[in-house]
């Protein structure tokens, strides 16, 4: 995190020192151009309108602030923010529910998740899964959960 005069003299040192690759894309290993349009799913202002949010695997402050700030208006309005991640974070706002979990087996965790929702309707279970606590209180948490699948 540097300053644009900062960026500018660093660029201008590494000219200076006979090198023309500088590159802006931080933390980026694949440049190839990506297929198709990534989309969300629903537009970036409705975040705000969400009555339930269920977050797997994502810093939405540091990665997506412009997320984050609307969840958080979301969650200012009553949302219930569900997250299941491999650590706990400072999200500036209340989570309603919190699976940690090693990224390793975030499948596994979803499976629970789901497991825990069919246990609830009364419906066999997509995939084999243990409805444990966590994931019996984000099932709990409501019947529909927008999911924000961000990288």
């Not at 390793?104 to 419906?123: N, P």
């Amino acid at each position: 995190h540097s300053s644009l005069e900062e960026l500018c003299l660093a660029g201008a040192l590494t000219r200076g020192l006979g090198s023309q690759n500088i590159d802006h894309r931080l933390r980026n290993a694949d440049f190839a151009k990506a297929e198709g349009v990534r989309y969300l799913g629903t537009s970036i202002a409705s975040l705000s309108t969400l009555q339930r949010v269920l977050v797997v695997g994502s810093n939405l402050r540091k990665d997506h602030p412009l997320f984050a700030q609307r969840v958080r208006q979301a969650a200012r309005k009553g949302c219930a923010v569900n997250l299941i991640d491999s650590v706990a974070r400072d999200w500036a706002m209340p989570l309603a529910n919190t699976l940690l979990a090693p990224s390793a087996v975030w499948v596994q965790a979803l499976a629970d998740v789901a497991a825990a929702v069919a246990l609830e309707k009364g419906v066999a279970a997509p995939v084999q899964g243990t409805a444990t606590e966590a994931a019996k209180a984000i099932a709990a948490a409501g019947e529909k959960c927008q999911m924000i699948a961000v990288r």
